[in-house]
């Protein structure tokens, strides 16, 4: 069997569209610990906002926005960051490890999250 062209455009748009439904909250923390895929939240969150931003219109990826202003988070080193569903709680569907940013109302921070998207048929 081969996949046609168009089914696989319509799961990579499918898992886009869910993608923007589920990344609607961004999260930093000061915890630099490895991350793991069983991690359900961050190591120590210290800030958490709706995202600024979603950009689709690349086919194959979307890239999420958060800015902290410089009002924001400040005293606080930013280790880590993620994306979340709610604003609080809820499920931490990624996370990351940064170089250490110790935020001061001096500095605004862009935190820019892409995820490409790649579908392809796998013939075994």
Known sequence: ???TQD??????????VDLQGI????GVGDDNTTPLPSDTALGNETFRSAIDDFDNSVVNAITANLVITAS??????VEETAWF??????????RFILTTITKTSDI?????TTVTITVEEVVS
């Open 1 to 3: 069997m081969t996949l």
């Open 108 to 112: 605004q921070l862009f935190l820019d």
């Open 7 to 16: 089914l696989i455009d319509r799961e990579r748009d499918a898992i886009k």
């Open 85 to 94: 569903d709610l604003g609080a709680g809820g499920t931490m569907w990624m």
């Open 72 to 77: 924001e988070n400040n005293g606080n080193d």
């Open 23 to 26: 990344m609607l909250f961004g």
